[in-house]
């Protein structure tokens, strides 16, 4: 399977301000997703980022608070802009792909908003 | 309704217990399934398909009831390693992301 790595494993930040997460992936992938886990909870989709074109944002979620890059086929990039205290959760970059097409995810970005 | 509920426990088994994890999914139209492994702090893993037909891998059985919507996964002979929240999960098609329950939470005492 790929290896999927994310920068930064984990980050405390101040309200307002934004952290970019980076994904990087060890292959060419066509589908890469980004999940957020907040605590006690699972793990909701906020966007699929695509390659060439805009990322496809979940009922929830939009590209104004959570702008999303996907330069080429191996890294993407989501921002978590101006931030709240609810936003302190773990975001998880994704892909698909294996034997059964399930999906394949980064170690997470822990964010704690202060 | 939930998209895919599951009973979040937590379930609490002695070492050598069999135990059993339900799911329910909403949408019928649903093509894949899935049960997923979080240990604590980590991301999720693949544990292992489900086929309509039922499968098996060493002391995990998953099954799967498409009239019922419903998905099941027993664990036998439970090591204190199995201990971990488990994720069922159910997709549209190939080209569609993975939707997750919640998790239910084991704990395999000694």
């Known amino acids: 399977s790929a290896v999927i790595s994310q920068k930064p494993s984990r980050d405390i930040c101040q309200r307002g301000t934004s952290l970019t997460i980076q994904c990087q992936v060890d292959?060419?992938?066509?589908?890469m997703f980004w999940y957020r886990q907040q605590p006690g909870q699972s793990l909701t989709l906020i966007a699929t980022?695509?390659?060439?074109?805009?990322?496809?944002?979940e009922s929830g979620f939009v590209i104004d608070k959570f702008p999303i890059s996907r330069p080429n086929l191996t890294f993407s990039t989501l921002t978590v802009s101006n931030m709240s205290p609810e936003d302190s959760s773990i975001y998880l970059c994704?892909?698909?792909?294996?034997?059964?097409?399930?999906?394949?995810f980064g170690p997470g970005t822990r964010l704690t908003v202060l | 309704r939930k998209e895919v509920e599951q009973d979040p426990g937590p379930f609490n088994v002695p070492e050598g217990a069999t135990v059993a994890f339900n799911c329910t999914y909403s949408?019928?139209?649903?093509?894949?399934f899935f049960w997923y492994r979080q240990d604590c702090r980590k991301e999720p893993k693949l544990l292992m398909s489900?086929?309509?037909s039922g499968n098996e891998d060493g002391r995990f059985t998953a099954q799967l009831n498409r009239a019922s919507q419903y998905i099941s996964l027993l664990i036998r002979d439970s090591k204190l390693s199995d201990s971990a929240t488990y994720l069922c999960?159910?997709?549209?098609?190939?080209?569609?992301?993975?939707?997750f329950g919640k998790g239910t939470r084991l704990s395999v005492i000694a």
């Open positions: 949408n019928s139209a649903s093509q894949s």
């Open positions: 999960v159910v997709s549209l098609s190939g080209n569609t992301p993975l939707v």
């Open positions: 994704s892909i698909k792909g294996g034997s059964y097409n399930e999906q394949f």
């Open positions: 980022a695509n390659q060439g074109s805009e990322a496809t944002y």
């Open positions: 292959s060419q992938v066509t589908m």
């Open positions: 489900v086929y309509s």
